[in-house]
């Protein structure tokens, strides 16, 4: 960390600042300038917290070099981490892991036509949510319990593991039971006692970028979960909220190669609630793809216009299928 004093600081104030770096057990080395004295601080073994010195007189501004994350950091772990979960393998080397399936479990038999489609057609992972975090009270808000059952059924019955989010701790022992990979939502990436919890637990995570999270702030909250033993953490981009409405979120696709290069955790795309658009769902799965994606979650549905949840940015069948096809090509090509 480096602190940079106001130009008007005096000998006093800096000498305080020093003082209190090294009461900090950490060493403090002045760089005095022609307009203002900056103090670097040294001997920290990561992320300094600055909260105390950036209010000391005379202090203008701290600079940090270390980030606020380093169990996920590819600095501290070189080596690109893979994340398997069953048959599917997430990471560099592996091709990418397809996980498709409904936004909601909304019925045994629906659960089930969707696992066939999605499983025929050359998926490698199921989804189907159970608890829905809907943005109102008077939305579908999942099947539950009975959701969950459904869910380990039809991946039983097609031979897929399967993902599905929890929203509360208190689901967790349920939906370990009935899952292979938790999922963390968008709107729980910062619940950092969920994230603790779920770290606890040694379960395969789908961590999803909150709507508005810098790459940052998905590290650091990455980070809880690998500080509790659990490094079996993928990624996942699934669009960000900006100015823009022709999209539901904004895919911002450049995640993607900047993940890779600061973390060695998988990361994947989910094209689905990244536009909002079915029609655009396929050529963005492949742009994804191509940008790097150590997999894919896209939302599937055996009849999407009688969706309870997300139908506009659902494939059908037939629309999943033909996905597959056009991947398997392009990695081909690749
Ligand atoms: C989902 O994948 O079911 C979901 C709710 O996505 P997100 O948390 O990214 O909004
Ligand atoms: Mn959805």
């Known amino acids: 960390m480096l602190i940079v004093m106001h130009h008007s ?8 600042v020093i003082a209190e770096v090294e009461a900090m057990g950490l060493q403090a080395e002045p760089i005095p300038g022609s307009l203002r004295t900056a103090i670097g601080v040294l001997g920290n073994q990561g992320y300094v917290d600055d909260t105390t010195i950036r209010n000391l007189p005379g202090v203008r501004e701290t600079i940090h070099v270390s980030k606020p994350y380093k169990l996920v950091s590819r600095d501290f772990h070189p080596r690109s981490t893979v994340v398997t979960v069953g048959k599917a393998r997430f990471g ?7 996980i498709a399936g409904p ?9 089930l036509a969707a696992a066939e489609k999605v499983a025929s057609a050359g998926a490698h992972m199921l989804r189907g949510g159970a608890f829905k975090p809907r943005t109102g009270p008077h939305s579908f808000q999942g099947l539950g319990i009975e959701g969950l059952k ?5 991946g039983e019955a097609v ?3 399967v993902v599905t989010e929890v929203m509360r701790i208190e689901q967790l022992p349920v939906v370990c039971e009935h899952a292979d990979m938790l999922q963390i939502g968008a709107r729980n990436m910062q619940n950092f006692d969920l994230l603790k919890e779920v770290g606890r637990t040694g379960h395969p995570v789908l961590l999803k970028r909150g709507m508005s999270a810098t790459i940052e702030e998905f590290l650091a909250a990455a980070e809880y979960l690998l500080a509790e033993g659990n490094d079996r953490v993928v990624l996942c981009e699934r669009g960000i909220r900006t ?3 022709a999209t539901r979120n904004t895919l911002d696709l450049s995640v993607v190669p900047l993940i890779r290069e600061m973390s060695h955790l998988p990361i994947i795309v989910d094209p689905s609630h990244a536009t909002g658009k079915r029609a655009l769902v396929p ?12 997999g894919l979650m896209v939302e599937v549905h055996p009849d999407p216009a009688k969706a309870l949840c997300d139908g506009a940015q659902s494939l059908d069948g037939d629309g999943f299928a033909g996905l597959v096809q056009s991947l398997r090509r392009l990695q081909e090509a690749l």
């Open 9 to 16: 600081a005096s000998q006093e104030q800096i000498d305080r």
């Open 92 to 98: 560099d080397g592996c091709p990418p892991v397809i």
């Open 103 to 111: 936004c909601s479990i909304e019925s045994e038999e629906q659960m």
């Open 150 to 154: 459904y869910l380990r059924q039809a």
């Open 159 to 161: 031979g897929l593991p």
């Open 243 to 245: 100015f823009e409405r």
């Open 283 to 294: 050529v963005m799965s492949r742009a994804a793809v191509v940008a790097g994606a150590h």
